[in-house]
Nanobody, 125 residues
């Protein structure tokens, strides 16, 4: 399974950005998908997460401003970020929990987590 993230960039405070992350591969299914971020000098933190059924949770710092959504048919997760603040500046990473079926349906199941390559979000004041 591979994840490809896109949509980062430079935006002024109060602006919006939409991140996308698509999973690709063969003989796999995706369970939870989420977004994390890491600012310079800080630990990586969870921003938002969505189960396959659509249950979501958010970091307190982004509640009411960010919305996570997904298209299960496309194995894609999105992060709509509104009212961005300078403290949202970070590298954003998507992640996906997956099941891999190397022997096809009914055979061996391998569970794992994959990370995207990261996309820079910079919010100027």
């Amino acid at each position: 399974v591979q994840l490809q993230a896109s949509g980062g960039g430079l935006v002024q405070s109060g602006g919006s950005l939409r991140l996308s992350c698509a999973a690709s591969g063969s003989m796999f299914s995706i369970n939870g998908m989420g977004w994390h971020r890491q600012a310079p000098g800080k630990q990586r933190e969870l921003v938002a997460h969505s189960t396959r059924a659509g249950s979501t949770n958010y970091a307190d710092s982004v509640k009411g401003r960010f919305t996570i959504s997904r298209d299960n048919a496309k194995n894609t997760v999105y992060l709509q970020m509104n009212n961005l603040k300078p403290e949202d500046t970070a590298v954003y990473y998507c992640e996906a929990d997956y099941f891999y079926y190397p022997d096809g349906p009914g055979g061996t199941t391998v569970a794992g987590r994959e990370w995207g390559q990261g996309t820079q979000v910079t919010v100027s004041s």
